[in-house]
């Protein structure tokens, strides 16, 4: 086909791509959020802005720094969303006309079900205090629910699960239950995974293989990721 641009090139391609950690309010100066620094998922979106494709990028918080190469890209445009709510918000209406949709944000699954309006104080307090938690909606679920003709859809998965195939079949069933035609799967730990520069990365298919095994900067990570996502979508 001579009109099929080179392989791997996503110039005229839509993309949408969270990055970051959401928090979750508790009162008005307190939060419950997670350690994604949101380096992978920014290194996901620099990587398709660089292989021409049209770029949004919502970002919960991530760490000072990150989001430099982002915003300073002509085919980058970032929006904030602070929270797991607000980040649903954010890909309710920009998901319908993605071709592409990359979800490595870490949403939160629970929220504060009635935040405080004051700050909270321990004054008058019995030494504890019960937060009750609801869930979050599941903003990937709800976009592959409303996929359309041509979509592909990639979640991300950060495990503590030390053992690989008990890693893996976990991941497949993940991928599963979220109907992505890509889960990438990467083993975290209190010294692994988080604030680094490094990854490795392992992308399972809708046919529970392996497709790729990365380990290296989050920008090669990224890269490998795009090298897939254009394979299935040329159907090699
Ligand atoms: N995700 C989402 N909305 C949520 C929670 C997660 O869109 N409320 C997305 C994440 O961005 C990620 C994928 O779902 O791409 C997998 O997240 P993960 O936390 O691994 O999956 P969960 O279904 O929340 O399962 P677990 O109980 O293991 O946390
Ligand atoms: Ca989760």
Redesign the pocket.
Known sequence: DVLRQPAGRLSGLRVLV?AGGTREAIDPVRYIGNRSSGRQGVAVAVAAAERGADVALVVAHVDSGVLDEADAHPSITVEHAGT?AQL?DAVARLAPTADVVV???????YRVADPSQIKLSKEGGGGTLQLTLEE??????A?TAARRDGQTIV?????TEPDHDARLERARR?RA??G?DI?AVNEVGWTKGFETVDNALTLIGADDSVLASVAGTKREAAEALWDAVSALRDGR
């Open positions: 969270t797991a649903a979800m490595a944000a870490a949403v939160a699954d979050t909606s599941d903003i990937l679920a976009t979640g991300f998965a950060a495990e993940k239950r979220k992505v889960l």
